[in-house]
Every structure is written in C-alpha cells, then in structure tokens.
C-alpha cells in the first residue's frame, strides 16, 4: 500500500515506517538490532556477561533469525541490577524514570533519554491514531500518572498527536464523570475494567453511559477479550481499541490497534522486534500463528536497550492487515504466571470473562478466589460473579448452573459458581485484580 492509499482508508497521515514494505522494514530492523546488540555489550555489563557466557557476540548477528543465539532477559535479571544497573547511558541523559511496584520483591526500574521519550510519545500517537483519535479532539486520559507508565505515557502521546488532553488519571470516579458530561471529550484511555467502572456508575446516577460525547475507547494494561469489547461498545456507543506495552520494553505504544479492522495490535516493528517462544522450553523460537510467549528486542531504545526480554505474555503473532509491514499481535490470552492450573487443567481469567458475557444475565464483574478446604489434597475454584440489575434470583441461579456447565465443557475444570447482588463485587480503579488465591502457603 502506498502512503497516499493508507492515508486514504484511515482519513489520517501515517509514519513513514507504517506504510514500507515488509522487505524494507525487515532491513531497518537487521541494522537496528546489529547497532541495538553492539551497544548493549558495550554499555551493560549485565549483557556483555550474560552473551559472553552464551559464547555469543554482537558480530555473530548476520540476520534476523541469528537473534535466537543470543540469551533472553528476565525480570529477575532487572531487579537484580535494582536500580539503574541496566541502564546504558550515564544518569546525567537519563530524562525520566518509571517503575513498576511489583507485587513480588523489588520494583522494576526502568529509563529514558529525551529521544526515548520522543520516540515513545511518537509510538503512542500512531497507536492512537491507529484506533481513531485524530489531532484536536479532546482525551480524557485515566490512565494512572506517576511511576506506572499508563499515564504519562498516554499523556505524551495524545499531546504528540495533537490532542486537547485531560490528565485526569485514574479513581474519584464521580469526578470523572462530571468532566466526561462538562468538557465531552472525544477519547477516552483507561483501562477497560476502569471503563466498565465508569459505565456503572454513570448507570447508577441515572446518565446513560451510550448519551456521552464519547466516541473512541483506547483500551489496555490488562487482558481483555471480545466479549468485553462488545460489552463496552454497546453500553457506551463507542469504538474501543486494544492498546499493548509493558514498561520494560517502553511502556504504552509498543502496539496498537486500528479502528478500521478491530484485529488485534499492530507490533510497531520498526522499534521492537517480536518473537514467539515455547514459555515451558524457550530454547523453541516459534513460527508466525502459534501461541507461545511472547519475546521482544527494542531496536532503538538508548538508556534501557532490551534484549530478547521474556513478557510472560501468552499470544501469538499475525500477518499485518491494516498496517501490512507490521505483524499484529493476538489477544492476551493471559500471563504464564496468572495461569491457575486447577487439577491439572490450565485455565485463564480471561477464559471466564469470555464465556460468562455470553450468558445474558451476569454481569463482566466476577472475581476467582481459589482454595484449598482442610482436609483435601486438591484445590477448588469459586466463580464470583455479579448477576445483571434487572435479574430475578431464580434467573441468577439457572445463569449459574449454565456457567458452570459452560466452564466445564469449554475449559474443562469443574468449579463453584457463586452469583452475588449487583455492584456487591470490587471495582477496578485501573488494573483490576481477578485472582483471589487464598490457598494454603507452601
Ligand atoms: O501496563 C503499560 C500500558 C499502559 C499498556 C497503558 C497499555 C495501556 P506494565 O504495568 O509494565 O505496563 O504492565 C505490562 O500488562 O506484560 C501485560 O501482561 C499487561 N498488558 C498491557 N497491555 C495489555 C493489553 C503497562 N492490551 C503488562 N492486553 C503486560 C493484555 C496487557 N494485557
């Protein structure tokens, strides 16, 4: 597709690199990664040790599949250089630090140079304009501001697009609402359960979530499935877009989602380099549709250069559509380490949404709890799960017999669904937790 052709079907000016050829972005990529490897062994002595014990060098990358020689990086590797140990440019061109708090242990730092966050503002702006947000609309952003990169992240971006930008973060959700209902933005970025948060409680002071001027969700930070999309899209009247990143690899941005084919992110493949492995033997590079986890090297990233860095997150790779050069990504289907494996069979949080939104009378809020009762060996799920406002209790009971039936033939675990009273659940104020473990430690 040519530049003027793309531009056409999205109404929108595009990158340069969104619209090359697959030929020429895999050449960009080859130089990139060669330069992005040499750098790391030169300024990080993490990597010039761990290539070193690999007997790999930077000169062994010839092309792109020589990647697979080189070792992977961890979170672990990242909290054992606490704080600034991986960074690869003296503090003095560090311009911004973020963390992740981390529910395990130490926080994971990470940083930016002034083109990092050029760069990273640049990709947030193509991925928003990706799902519709165009320069001059107003976003309300209620992604979190402070050390998690949602906020700032998103913030950059819309103001790089060209946005009015509300930096509302997120929580004091009434507050919100009172800004959505008086300055009617066009955008809105949070995370989806957040949005669904909103919703409610705009259903609960009497305002109709579909009246708002609202006409675009860019949506992200937490696995979602498309039974959620059409949730949101439906109560609210609006387009919701996938949005992708982890902050070790930058942040929001690292792909995102086109409004027109609503397929999945599109991996910005001039920055990152994506790979799919096996998550149970990560010698196993994967090919293109099968589901693995997923792997990624920045290609142009200065204070924090990462290199085959393990996401956990399990998906699989697509060819691009609407940007063709750029592979897309799959739906998350969840994290390795968020897998519940419940008497031997695997099973992700995002597997319940999908099939508890299809039953017409609960709600997408529902909470996992697992235990372990005295005296018995195996473990035990519970389904915890609102039924819709207008539902009998005897509806309630017959939805819970059918999500049971539902989770037992499509997943294959036996479990305890629970339907509780409307608005009786948590509310997501950003990353929303689904997994309640109260099992036994040790
Ligand atoms: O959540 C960055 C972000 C902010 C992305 C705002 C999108 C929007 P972290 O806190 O480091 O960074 O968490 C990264 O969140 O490894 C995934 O497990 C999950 N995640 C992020 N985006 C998505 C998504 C931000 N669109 C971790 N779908 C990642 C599913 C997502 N999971």
């Known amino acids: 597709m040519t530049q003027e052709t793309a531009a056409a079907t999205t109404d929108a000016v595009l990158d340069?690199?969104?619209t090359i050829s697959r030929d020429e972005l895999e050449a960009l990529q080859l130089s990139r990664l060669q330069h992005t490897v040499a750098y790391a062994y030169d300024r990080v002595p993490l990597y010039k040790r761990k290539f070193d014990e690999a007997g790999v060098h930077p000169a062994d990358l010839r092309e792109l599949s020589d990647l697979?020689?080189?070792?992977?990086?961890?979170?672990?590797?990242?909290?054992?250089?606490y704080p600034f140990g991986m960074f690869a440019v003296p503090q003095h061109e560090v311009a911004r630090i973020h963390a992740s708090s981390g529910?395990?242990?130490?926080?994971?730092?990470?940083?930016?140079?002034k083109k990092d966050l050029a760069d990273w503002a640049k990709l947030v702006a193509r991925s928003l304009r990706a799902s519709?947000?165009?320069?001059?609309?107003?976003?309300?952003n209620a992604y979190g501001y402070g050390l998690f990169t949602g906020g700032m992240g998103a913030h950059a971006g819309a103001e790089a697009l060209g946005c009015t930008v509300i930096p509302i973060s997120g929580g004091q959700t009434e507050r919100q609402i009172t800004l959505i209902q008086d300055f009617k933005p066009d955008a809105i970025l949070a995370t989806p359960t957040y949005l669904l948060?909103?919703?409610?409680?705009?259903i609960?002071?009497?305002?109709?979530?579909?009246?708002?001027?609202?006409?675009?969700a860019v949506l992200g930070a937490e696995p979602w499935t498309e039974e959620m999309r059409h949730e949101l899209e439906t109560t609210m009247n609006l387009k919701a877009c996938d949005i992708y990143g982890l902050s070790e690899v930058m942040g929001p941005g690292v792909a995102g989602e086109a409004?027109?084919?609503q397929d999945g992110s599109h991996i910005w493949e001039d920055h990152f380099r994506p790979e799919i492995i096996d998550a149970f033997d990560p010698t196993v590079v994967l090919g293109d549709g099968e589901p693995g986890e997923l792997v990624f090297t920045s290609l142009t990233k200065e204070a924090l250069p990462i290199i085959r860095y393990r996401t956990k997150d399990l998906t699989r790779l697509l060819p691009g559509t609407a940007r063709p050069a750029h592979r897309r990504m799959g739906r998350i289907t969840g994290r390795s380490d968020d897998m519940i494996i419940l008497?031997?069979?695997?099973?992700?949080?995002?597997?319940?949404?999908?099939?508890?939104?299809?039953?017409?009378?609960?709600?997408?809020?529902f909470q996992l709890e697992l235990t372990r009762p005295e005296g018995h060996r195996m473990d035990q799920m519970t389904v915890k799960i609102e039924r819709r406002d207008a539902v009998s209790v005897e509806g309630a009971a017959a939805a819970a017999k059918a999500l049971q039936q539902q989770i037992k033939i499509h997943v294959g675990s036996s479990c305890t669904v629970d339907v509780v009273d409307p608005g009786s659940l948590e509310r997501s104020n950003g990353k929303l937790r689904r997994i309640y473990d109260m099992r036994p430690k040790g």
């Open 16 to 18: 340069r690199e969104e």
């Open 68 to 81: 697979g020689k080189f070792p992977f990086t961890t979170k672990e590797d990242l909290r054992l250089e």
């Open 103 to 113: 529910t395990t242990g130490r926080a994971t730092v990470v940083g930016y140079t």
């Open 132 to 140: 519709g947000v165009r320069p001059g609309m107003k976003v309300h």
């Open 197 to 202: 948060t909103i919703a409610d409680a705009m």
């Open 204 to 216: 609960k002071q009497g305002i109709d979530p579909a009246s708002t001027s609202l006409k675009y």
């Open 259 to 261: 409004v027109e084919t």
């Open 343 to 365: 008497r031997g069979v695997n099973l992700f949080p995002s597997q319940i949404e999908e099939i508890a939104l299809r039953i017409p009378e609960l709600s997408p809020h």
